[in-house]
């Protein structure tokens, strides 16, 4: 009699255990590179933030949980595989009751990096892949622009091709 | 014979659905007004991001549960008992290889006020809490601090006293 009980128990906590990590799907189409938009992305730990004075924008950058672990022991030279970061984009806009706080304003894009040395050999390891303003449109007409990405992010060949360094969170 | 593995696992899935939103407690004392430092507040969801042209610092906002809920669904007027809302703030440098980016440099501080209108009624129904630094030492010699925290915040007092504005995340 007890053991239909804790199976139901155990299914109960795997349906909880799983919407820790993964949110619903969301209808959002693939990049021309055959990237999907990673289920749940809203919900990742956050890796660091960073303002742009060039193209009045903020973000903040987050990662899965393999990402988030590598950020906070240290090991992102190289990111392991499977790393995965992500950036939310927002224009900026001067907050209304408090002149000097600059804040997130209409939503520009989402952007990922996925780590897959032998998979994105030609672009440095890394698959990138971005999804324009709140309809999540996916950038580029085809995989050409993954040049695009790589010409900036060769910038920072030294740190793997990533441009962001993971903020200290004591 | 089934049983004990089923309950086996069961144990371990709780241990696995535990650790999405809790993790190690940490060291750090409470403020003066009783309030503890949230465990595991730095896996905590992000509601929102800023950037101050006054003190130099950029910070990300993040949320428990009850508070990220609320705030993606627009329950915000008044945010529901047991919200939190959590601030890591950092002063601002430049990327080192891209000059017009601001990026996090040395931690600031933690701060977080929970929502419990009857509990903390003297200050507008928020508890307001902030740890210094990466030892995260409290702030505040004795309660007084938080009338500090509640002269600033009451100038947002329409808005259930909270600065932050939920960034749009699709």
Redesign the interface.
């Known amino acids: 009699m ?2 239909p009980f ?2 139901i ?2 299914l109960f ?2 349906i ?2 799983l919407n ?2 993964f949110a619903v799907a ?1 209808d959002v189409s693939p990049t021309k590179n055959g990237i999907d938009y990673p289920v749940g992305l ?5 890796i ?8 009045n924008t ?3 950058i ?1 990662g899965n949980n393999i990402a988030v672990k590598a950020s906070r022991e240290g090991h992102t030279k190289p990111w392991p595989k499977g790393s995965i970061l992500a950036k ?1 984009v ?1 224009k ?1 806009t001067t ?1 209304p ?2 002149d ?5 304003n ?2 520009v894009h ?1 952007e990922i990096m996925i780590k897959d040395a032998s998979k994105y050999k030609t672009t440095g390891g890394w698959g990138y892949a971005r ?1 324009k ?4 449109e996916p950038y580029g007409k085809d995989q050409s622009f993954t040049q695009e990405c790589l010409a900036c992010h060769s ?2 060949k030294k ?1 793997d091709y990533v ?1 962001t ?1 993971p ?4």
Chains 1, 2 share one sequence.
């Open positions: 007890k053991y804790a199976q128990k155990l906590i795997v909880i255990s820790c990590n969301k809203k919900n990742w730990r956050v660091a933030s960073s303002y742009r004075t060039d193209n903020q973000r903040v987050l939310l927002w900026n907050h009751d408090w000097s706080a600059i804040i997130p209409e939503f989402s999804w303003g709140e309809s999540q910038q920072v740190n441009f360094i903020a200290t969170i004591p």
